[in-house]
C-alpha cells in the first residue's frame, strides 16, 4: 500500500516547498480558469457581457468557497490522522463526504437554479446586465454539484499529502474550460451563457478524469462501498473541523459580495472595472493562498504527531516566501494596473476604473503574505472556530462599513471603496499575533508538564 506524504520528520523548508509548488501552479490554473472566462467574453462581447460574468462568478464563488472550505474539515481530519499514525481510518472519512457533500450539491444546485434572479437583484446587478447575471447564475447553479466534486477531489487528497493529483484535475479542466470558452463565446457569439456552459462542462470532463485517475492510483487505504455512508462519528469530527471555516469563508464572501453590490449601484463601468480587477486580484494573491492551502496539511500532520515547534517554523517559513512575492506584487499592481486590467477588458473607462480599485489590492499584497499563512497554521491546528471568529470582525466590522462609508464621499473613489480590504487584513493581523502568543504559552506549558 502506498505511503503518504510524512511531514513530522527531516528538513522542513524544502518539503514545504515541494508540496506548496503544485498547490501554487493548481491555483493559478484555477485562476486561469476563472479568468478566461472574463478575457474571452471582454473581448468577444459587450460591457454588460462583462458585467454580468463579473457579479455572477462572485455569487458562485460564494456556494462553490462555502462548500470547499467545508470540505477543508476532510482536510485537516485526514492529515491529523495520518500525523497520529491512523491512516487506516481514511476510507471511512472519504466515504463520508461522499455522501454528505453529494446530498449538499444536489441541494444547493436546485437552490441556486431556482432563485437565479433573486441572487441577481440582491447584487443589485446593472438594468444591463440583469438578464445576463442570472442566467450565467442559472446554468452554473444547475452543474453545482459537479463543480463541487471537482474542489472535494482536492481537498482528499491535499489531506493525504499529495498535492499533484489535485494539479492534474485542475489542469485538465483548464485546457478544457479554454476550448469551450473559445468554442461557445468566440465562435458561436453565445456571451455570458456560453462562458457559464464552458465552466460546467469543463469541470464534469474533469471530474470524469478524475475518478479514472483515481481508480487506478495506489491510496494509502482502501474506499469501499460501505464506505460511503452518513458515518456520525466521522461527520461530526469533519463538522467540527470543516463548519467554522466555512461560515467564515460564507461570511467573508457575503461581505465581498455587498462590496460588489455597493459598486454595481455606481454603474456599468464601475461594475465591470472592478470585476475585471477581481481577476486580476486571483493571480496577484496566488502565492500567499497557496502557501495557505500547504501550511494546513503540513501543520495538521505536525499537530498530530505533538511536533508543535516545527508547525510554528513552518509558518514563518511560508510567511517569508510570500512576502518577497507580495512586494513584487505590489509594485506591479499598484503602478502598472492598468496593464492587467486591460487583460480583461477592452473599453479605456473600464480598464482604468479596474487599475483604481487594484491600488488598494497592492497593499493587501504585502499583508496578505502573514495573513493567509497565520490562517493556514490555525486551521492546521484544528483552531477553526477562532479563524471564523477573526473573519467574521474584519468583514462585518471593518470591511463592509469601511466600503460603505468610501462609497459616500463625493466624488466615489474605487481606491477609497476598495481600501476597505487592507485595513480588515490589518486587524485580523493583529488577532492572529496576539492568538500566536497565547498558543505559544500554552504549549510550552503542556511541555513542562
Known amino acids: 500500500m502506498k505511503e503518504t506524504q510524512n511531514f513530522t520528520q527531516g528538513k522542513i523548508f524544502s518539503p514545504l516547498i ?10 493559478f490554473l484555477q485562476a486561469m480558469y476563472g479568468a478566461v472566462d472574463l478575457m474571452v467574453v471582454g473581448r468577444f462581447s459587450s460591457s454588460a457581457d462583462v458585467s454580468a460574468v463579473a457579479t455572477g462568478s462572485q455569487i458562485m464563488m460564494t456556494f462553490t468557497g462555502l ?35 453529494a446530498a ?3 441541494t444547493l444546485s436546485a437552490l441556486v437554479a431556482v432563485f437565479a434572479p433573486q441572487f441577481s437583484a440582491v447584487m443589485q446587478a446593472p438594468k444591463e446586465a440583469f438578464e445576463l447575471t442570472s442566467d450565467y447564475v442559472r446554468v452554473c447553479g444547475l452543474g453545482l454539484s459537479v463543480i463541487i466534486a471537482y474542489n472535494l477531489i482536492g481537498s482528499v487528497f491535499r489531506g493525504i499529502g499529495d498535492s499533484k493529483t ?24 453565445m456571451g455570458t451563457k456560453g462562458a457559464a456552459i464552458a465552466t460546467v462542462l469543463a469541470q464534469l470532463l474533469s471530474v470524469v478524469l478524475s475518478f479514472i485517475i483515481i481508480w487506478k492510483k495506489d491510496l494509502p487505504f482502501e474506499v469501499t462501498r460501505k464506505d460511503i455512508r452518513f458515518d456520525k462519528a466521522i461527520l461530526k469530527q469533519i463538522t467540527k473541523l470543516g463548519l467554522p471555516i466555512a461560515l467564515q469563508d460564507l461570511l467573508v464572501g457575503l461581505s465581498f459580495l455587498i462590496i460588489q453590490a455597493i459598486v454595481n449601484s455606481l454603474g456599468l463601468i464601475a461594475s465591470a472595472g472592478v470585476g475585471a480587477a477581481e481577476k486580476v486580484c486571483a493571480f496577484i ?34 510567511i517569508g516566501m510570500s512576502f518577497v512575492v507580495g512586494v513584487a506584487m505590489f509594485y506591479l499592481s499598484f503602478f502598472h494596473g492598468d496593464l492587467l486590467t486591460g487583460l480583461f477588458a477592452k473599453e479605456e473607462a473600464v480598464i482604468l476604473a479596474g487599475a483604481d480599485y487594484l491600488k488598494a489590492y497592492a497593499i493587501d499584497c504585502l499583508l496578505t503574505a502573514f495573513l493567509f499563512c497565520f490562517l493556514g497554521y490555525y486551521n492546521g491546528m484544528g483552531m477553526t472556530r477562532f479563524v471564523m471568529i477573526q473573519g467574521i470582525i474584519g468583514a462585518f466590522l471593518v470591511r463592509v462599513p469601511v466600503s460603505y462609508l468610501m462609497s459616500r464621499i463625493v466624488p466615489v473613489s474605487l481606491f477609497r471603496i ?32
Open 18 to 27: 515541494r508540496f506548496a509548488l503544485p498547490v501554487l501552479l493548481a491555483l
Open 67 to 101: 462548500v470547499s472550505s467545508f470540505a477543508m474539515g476532510a482536510t485537516i481530519l485526514l492529515a491529523q490522522q495520518i500525523g497520529r499514525g491512523e491512516g487506516k481510518n481514511g476510507g471511512r472519512t472519504i466515504g463520508a463526504c461522499i455522501a454528505l457533500f
Open 104 to 106: 449538499v450539491g444536489v
Open 166 to 189: 489535485p494539479l492534474l484535475t485542475v489542469f485538465f479542466a483548464c485546457i478544457f474550460n479554454i476550448a469551450g470558452d473559445l468554442l461557445f463565446v468566440a465562435v458561436f457569439k
Open 285 to 318: 494573491m496566488l502565492v500567499p493562498a497557496a502557501f495557505m492551502q500547504s501550511m494546513s496539511a503540513f501543520v495538521a500532520q505536525n499537530v498530530g504527531a505533538k511536533e508543535y515547534g516545527r508547525a510554528r517554523r513552518a509558518l514563518w517559513y511560508g
Open 418 to 449: 476598495a481600501l476597505a480590504t487592507p485595513c480588515s487584513t490589518v486587524v485580523q493581523i493583529t488577532m492572529c499575533l496576539i492568538m500566536l502568543i497565547v498558543v505559544k504559552r500554552k504549549q510550552k506549558h503542556l511541555s513542562n508538564e
